[in-house]
């Protein structure tokens, strides 16, 4: 049994595309995840990001032009 409600998935995802109900007045995301677990495995994954990114800083910033 899962714990996400497909109706209130369908809507969410209409309100996003509409900008309506609780997407109102905010951006239009490139990825919307959905379900009351993912802000937690959305959150990880972007915390584990900016950490790859900080041990990669010197890498990126000599890329530029001197």
Known sequence: MQIGNPER???AIMDVVKGEGL???KGVPTVVALGSNMYEQVK????ATL???DE???V???TDFS
């Not at 990880?44 to 915390?47: A, H, L, M, N, S």
């Open 9 to 11: 998935c369908a809507g």
């Open 23 to 25: 997407a109102k007045g």
């Open 44 to 47: 990880e994954y972007c915390e």
């Open 51 to 53: 950490r790859r990114v």
């Open 56 to 58: 990669c800083r010197e």
């Open 60 to 62: 990126l910033e000599s």
